[in-house]
């Protein structure tokens, strides 16, 4: 079984300033994590991936995320937000191994990024 | 870049009728998944689809559900008698092998009446 945990259901932080969405995870077995992005009326984008090898992953747009094995965490850090990052931001878990048919993705609730000027 | 397409963007049906939702996943991936999201809330995993046969799907995927790939390079989702708690965005996916290049739609948002 996985799952994903989203702490915080709205962020609001000031343009120019560091963003942090967390997020924890539960799974049986090695998972992989990713952090996906909605804009309003939009589909989902890729912002970045972890799949076992390095923790600090670096995604688009100045988006990373480390992979914290012991604290069972995966946040999303950006050091300096943009009005254009204002959206919804979701957390994804699924097992990391080859499975007979295909990897179902387990979203978190979503955290939605408020950027004021 | 190779995209997920996902036709009509957006649909309006009468409950209790048929609909199907049209994808053309990545024309060398294995794996289809169909998702759906709620309007407010998180996206859920529907199905996944492999081989000619469904692999895995959820409890929401009831027998009112099915999936189909017709002709090997669509692949479809029909609800048989739509309901209004059948509004959603529904996003298809589909995947090389395991994670490797999953890739989403940008959805078909389903609004029954």
């Known amino acids: 079984a996985q799952s994903v945990t989203q702490l915080d259901s709205h962020v609001s932080v000031s343009e120019g300033t560091p963003v942090l969405l967390r997020c924890n995870y539960s799974?049986?077995?090695?998972?992989?994590l990713f952090w996906y992005v909605q804009h309003p009326n939009k589909g989902l984008q890729l912002l970045l991936k972890y799949t076992s090898a390095a923790t600090l992953v670096k995604g688009i747009n100045g988006f990373e995320a480390e992979f914290k094995k012991s604290e069972t965490s995966f946040h999303l850090t950006k050091p300096s937000a943009h009005m254009s990052d204002a959206a919804e931001y979701f957390c994804v878990v699924t097992l990391n191994i080859l499975t007979g048919g295909g990897n179902k993705l387990t979203f978190g609730t979503g955290t939605q990024l408020k950027v004021e000027l | 870049e190779p995209e997920v397409t996902q036709t009509p963007s957006h649909q309006v049906t009468q409950m209790g009728q048929e609909v199907i939702l049209r994808c053309v996943p990545i024309?060398?991936?294995?794996?289809f998944y169909w998702y759906r999201q709620i309007l407010g809330q998180k996206v859920e995993f529907l199905v996944s689809f492999y081989n000619n046969e469904i692999s895995e799907k959820s409890e929401i995927f009831d027998d009112q559900f099915s999936v189909e790939r017709p002709d090997g390079s669509n692949f479809t989702l029909k609800i048989r008698s739509t309901k209004l708690e059948d509004s959603a965005m529904y996003f298809c996916?589909?995947?090389?092998?395991?994670?490797?290049?999953?890739?989403f739609g940008s959805g078909t948002r389903l609004t029954v009446v």
């Open positions: 024309s060398n991936h294995l794996y």
């Open positions: 996916a589909s995947s090389a092998r395991g994670t490797y290049g999953y890739t």
């Open positions: 799974s049986s077995y090695s998972p992989s």
